[in-house]
């Protein structure tokens, strides 16, 4: 190991600061009654509760999986909050109404929802613990027939709608996380696009836990219809605690033909201090269906934060013609685990799909990629091309890869690339002689190693990609 | 993935058939005679081994894809020596011949062995054998566990200390039954420090009789020790193959492997290399042609532990017909294990709409000074190729032979035996 290169020191967390809010918070543990309280409380329609029951009860049957490469203590399912919401929850007309010191918390995590402030041009939904806070720009959206609002919104004006693509990509007992999240999520963003129509603006969602008791189970559902076109972005973050907390969430997406759904994600939950002392468990299951002929599903994703990092965006790519695309950037320092990829399954006739995974891991972390490319027997002409790259940063981080490859059609390509690398001291020294400091190379290196995801991401969301990437690493040489 | 399930109470019947059937394979395998005192107490160990597991089923990781179900119909006896007639190979003046898992010193040839070679069964060289004999890694895994319980003989080869073989030494191994039988053979090949050895083993059989090969091999390379072996499977269409080959190699030295599967109804090799020491080299070609209903499976494992390995790993699987190719590739690169050079390229031919891959290529590196690589593709003929070829004057069926040809004779260039390559050559050709 070079002197140049040391382990990496520990970076601030910006964002581990606690909102001091009175909150609706039910007690602890998990039971029928916790689930018909829950859909209580969001007055939701019967079909939801009927939903939610079903999931619990193959939850109940079902094991907690131990495949991937990651450890952690057991999780006691019975000391979780699985309801937390800031008092007064009932909907407000307009943003001035929103209690002020959510709108202070938001504005600190950067995202300001108040009039004059926002993003231009991005719609924001902030989700605060388990509720849906505020949501911006929706008159215009709904101008071009755009839906974009809390799902538990979504269930009581577009009950229709929900029921028909709720759990249609994941279905309730789709793995262990999948059907807690089916029974007890509380909130999360739904999308629909109205055929023909491609979303004026970029949507987004912001996560933010702040109850250290609770977990958060989110559920994102985004309907494209015929020949329509969105970009979503979500973001999360959450306070220092010494527990872990428990993410859990469920994303779907579903396009019809022609339709085009771009998906990008940072996250950056708390990660735990530099021994691996609390963080988030991030659980997700996030699967895209690719319904209709010549659709598109296309997942970016740069993951900085979480203790452990758990999830497998996916398309299942049903039409002909149709396209998945799994971009991503998963970056782990100090004890952070991460085991991560994607499955891309192909099924329609001439489906095509790209993935490019670039890990990089330092201090002591694990960071494994793990996908499945699966053509199936009718997947005439699928196409795929993978390449998964790493980089290790100092002699203790670990980097794996466990690509699965099942063809089971003559007429597919399939190619696989894996490399592992490192920063070398020649390139530092390079750099240095240039008169470039030693963190300014790293970041740039790093940067360029990431360049293939980043250039996938929105403008203002790539720079901050960016940014957020060489904080994490800040400190890294000495 | 199939898992065949009865309507009544799947789980605990297919697992009852399948536990009963080790616990009879156990049977049979304890039924072999044994003489030699210090191999009892290593075959009772290896029973004890094999009572603690269970008969892998696809929902082990291990053999998700490869389903032994078909292995549960066969009613197995033990094997008996059996007649059959050797296939020399011109250029390997020595040979030891087994038929049926027992050696036929009749079709072996062991006379006028050069100095510093030790060739023979393991009741001639049974003193020798003791220290190494079932003592390589991985030793636990179930059918290799079981290979060992019925440990009654061996192929023995010792390379002494500086010696360098100059004509290859011929290992073949005949199945020639009536009924089917549980046949074990086994090899042990010590190549001492500064030594050097060309390996052929053959598996083949005679007849269509329906048997299963369960067979192990262990290979020790001490310093700068040199082996090339090549492994040839050509079990009948009907057999079922499981064979392990477990090479542990010590500092400088190189090992290559030229792994050739053909034959058997379903044929699985485990290829299992432990670099011990510094500067260790490590060659693996593998080419598996699978046609009909054949399943053919390889796990290769490559474990190094000191710095400057070099790993060099190509597998190739053509597939026809209803076939199905399995390819899992593990390298780990541990955090000692610095400036290790590794790579991995597997490369899958499909060639009929019905033929089926499953690949997994898997590092898993925690030294951060390596160059470490893995590639896989799974593909077709090129149009463009048949197409070129054509305009050649070539017809379209000839022009796809020599493209598949071609494929193949890019692992089949590195079998060290002139007449064996050809043979292997005309085989693929053939098919």
């Known amino acids: ?478 | 993935m199939s898992i065949q399930v009865s309507p009544i109470n799947p789980v605990s019947t297919v697992a009852l058939e399948r536990s009963t059937y080790l616990s009879h394979l156990l049977d049979l395998a304890k039924a072999t005679s044994n003489e030699i005192a210090w191999l009892q107490e290593v075959r009772d160990h290896a029973v004890l081994r094999v009572q603690e597991q269970t008969f892998p089923t696809t929902r082990d990781e291990e053999w998700r894809f490869t389903d032994l179900s078909d292995l549960l119909k066969l009613d197995l006896v033990t094997a008996a020596p059996a007649d059959a007639t050797a296939a020399e190979l011109p250029e390997a003046t020595h040979r030891l011949t087994f038929v049926n898992g027992f050696f036929a010193p009749a079709l072996s040839s062991i006379d006028n062995l050069p100095d510093g070679l030790a060739i023979g069964n393991l009741s001639s060289l049974a003193t020798e054998a003791q220290s190494y004999l079932g003592k390589q890694s991985g030793a636990e895994e179930v059918f290799t566990a079981l290979n060992t319980a019925g440990l009654t003989d061996a192929a023995i080869i010792l390379v002494r200390k500086n010696a360098v073989i100059d004509t290859p030494i011929h290992l073949q191994f005949i199945s020639s039954a009536s009924q089917p039988a549980l046949i074990q053979p086994r090899i042990l090949v010590v190549a001492e420090a500064n030594s050097s050895v060309t390996l052929i083993e053959e598996h083949g059989a005679i007849g269509e009789t329906a048997y299963f090969t369960n067979s192990v091999s262990e290979i020790w390379l001490a310093e700068n020790a040199q082996v090339n072996h090549t492994r040839v499977q050509r079990d009948s269409q009907t057999a079922f193959h499981i064979g392990k080959t477990a090479v542990s190699q010590a500092r400088s030295s190189h090992y290559t492997a030229n792994t050739i599967d053909l034959g058997a109804k379903l044929s699985r090799h485990n290829l299992e290399i432990y670099q011990t020491g510094e500067q260790t080299e490590t060659v693996l070609n593998g080419l598996v042609v699978a046609r009909d209903q054949q399943l053919s499976d390889t796990h290769s494992t490559i474990a190094l532990t000191k710095p400057h390995g070099m790993t060099r790993q190509l597998h190739k699987c053509i597939i026809d017909h209803r076939a199905h190719a399995v390819f899992n590739g593990k390298v780990y690169v541990p955090k000692a294990a610095q400036l290790t050079d590794a790579g991995q390229l597997n490369r899958n031919l499909l060639l009929s709409p019905k033929a089926r891959v499953d690949t997994k290529p898997q590092l898993e590196i925690v030294a951060d000074n390596v160059k470490c690589t893995h590639g896989a593709t799974v593909g077709q003929l090129e149009t463009d190729e048949i197409f070129y070829l054509q305009s050649r004057g070539i017809d379209a069926d000839s022009a796809r032979k020599l493209l598949v040809n071609a494929f193949a004779y890019e692992v089949l260039a590195q079998v060290p035996i002139d007449s064996l390559r050809q043979s292997l050559i005309d085989h693929v050709a053939r098919s």
Not at chain 1, 351 to 374: D, F, H
Request: aromatic content about 10%; charged content about 20%; proline content about 4%.
């Open chain 1, 1 to 478: 190991m070079s002197t140049s290169v040391k382990s990496l020191v520990n970076q601030p967390y910006k964002y581990g600061f606690v909102t001091d809010i009175e909150s609706d918070t039910i007690p602890a543990g998990l039971s029928e009654d916790v689930i018909r309280l829950i859909s209580a409380k969001k007055n939701e329609p019967e079909f939801m509760l009927e939903f939610r029951l079903k999931a619990y009860r193959q939850w109940l049957k079902m094991e907690e999986p131990n495949w991937a490469e990651v450890g952690y203590p057991p999780i006691d399912y019975q000391n979780i909050v699985y309801y937390s919401a800031p008092k007064v929850t009932e909907k407000k007309k307009s943003l001035d109404e929103v209690d002020p010191t959510l709108l202070e918390t938001f504005e600190k995590l950067g995202i300001p929802l108040s009039e004059q402030k926002r993003l231009s041009n991005v719609a924001v939904d902030a989700i605060f613990d388990s509720v849906s806070v505020a949501t911006t720009f929706k008159e215009k959206l709904a101008e071009h027939g755009v839906i974009f609002c809390p799902i538990s919104e979504a269930l009581q004006e577009y009950p229709d709608l929900v029921q028909k693509y709720l759990g249609s990509v994941v279905p309730v007992a789709d793995n262990y996380f999948a059907a807690l999240n089916s029974a007890v999520f509380s909130d999360g963003s739904f999308v629909f696009i109205p055929k023909g129509v491609k979303c004026p603006m970029e949507l987004s969602t912001y996560f933010r836990i702040n109850n250290g008791e609770s977990g958060q189970f989110e559920r994102t559902l985004i309907v494209a219809e015929e020949g329509s076109q969105v970009s979503y972005l979500e973001g999360c973050t959450a306070p220092m605690y010494d527990s872990n907390q428990l993410h859990a969430a469920v994303v779907e997406l579903v396009a019809l033909d022609d339709a085009e759904i771009k998906y990008s994600t940072v996250q950056n939950w708390y990660a735990g201090d530099a021994e691996g002392k609390g963080g988030i468990y991030n659980f997700v299951t996030k699967r895209g269906l690719c319904q209709g002929k010549n659709s598109k599903i296309s997942w970016t994703q740069v993951e900085t934060g979480s203790a452990i990092t758990w999830k497998y965006p996916s398309c299942v790519l049903v039409g002909d013609n149709s396209v998945g695309e799994f971009y991503s950037v998963a970056l782990t320092n100090n004890r952070q685990q991460a085991d991560t990829g994607t499955k891309m399954v192909h099924i329609g006739r001439n489906t095509r799909s790209t993935i490019v995974s670039k890990g990089i891991s330092a201090g002591q972390s694990e960071n494994s990629y793990r996908g499945l490319v699966k053509i199936g027997p009718k997947a005439e002409g699928a196409r795929n091309y993978s390449q998964c790259d790493s980089m290790l940063i100092g002699d203790n981080a670990g980097a794996n890869t466990f690509p699965y490859i099942q063809v089971q059609n003559n007429s597919a390509k399939v190619e696989h690339e894996a490399s592992t690398s490192k920063i070398g001291e020649d390139q530092l020294f390079y750099f240095a002689q240039r008169g470039i400091s030693m963190e300014d190379a790293i970041a740039m290196m790093i940067s360029g190693f990431c360049r293939d995801v980043f250039n996938q991401l929105p403008m203002e969301f790539a720079v901050e990609a960016d940014k957020l990437l060489a904080l994490k690493l800040e400190g890294s040489v000495g």
